[in-house]
């Protein structure tokens, strides 16, 4: 989870760096703390359920029926699939909404975020597969910027400045 973590920072990174003075201050503030509320968030659940793991394999027997396993189990649960999911879905529609007013992507990618950021709100509570939406998604609009940093327009003989 540390390793994804500094991913989606790096990610952030990139997103900002790209959109460069054409950031919106109001969108990239929406932006900027939904992706790391989201990110915060992803951390917490991912220590609450570490904590399950090592309490169970300190005392299996002890901790199975406990309120304290159950209380972990919700809290952890609660939180990537109300909370978590929906910082991630206010995420997809600024970046997505940044992406169509500035070009940082294809338009698609962006109307595909829209899609996916409605999924994530209205089924993160009923479906535990959309967890795998925000990934796909990253990783999507990382090649197309991986892309268009290599083979776009810019970055021709001509643009390169010899």
């Known amino acids: 989870m540390p390793f994804a973590g500094v991913a989606f920072f790096w990610f952030l990174g990139v997103l900002r760096d790209r959109l460069g003075e054409k950031e919106d201050q109001f969108f ?3 932006f900027l703390g939904s992706g790391l509320l989201f990110l915060a968030m992803m951390f917490v659940a991912a220590s ?3 904590s399950i793991i ?3 394999s300190a005392a299996p027997d002890a901790l199975l029926g406990s309120a304290t396993i ?3 189990r919700a809290f952890t649960h609660d939180i990537m699939h109300i909370y978590a999911f929906k910082m991630a879905a206010v995420f997809m529609i600024t970046t997505s909404t940044l992406a169509i007013n500035t070009q940082l992507t294809a338009r698609w990618i962006a109307f ?3 899609a996916s950021a409605a999924f994530l ?3 993160s509570g009923y479906l535990d597969w959309v967890f795998f939406i925000v990934p796909a998604w990253v990783l999507l609009v990382s090649v197309n910027i991986l892309i268009d940093n290599l083979w776009g327009p810019q970055h021709t003989a001509a643009g ?3």
């Open 70 to 72: 159950a209380f972990a």
């Open 160 to 162: 390169d400045g010899g």
């Open 54 to 56: 090592l309490a169970h």
């Open 28 to 30: 990239a503030t929406v």
């Open 48 to 50: 609450a359920m570490a």
């Open 121 to 123: 709100l209205v089924g």
């Open 112 to 114: 595909l975020g829209y």
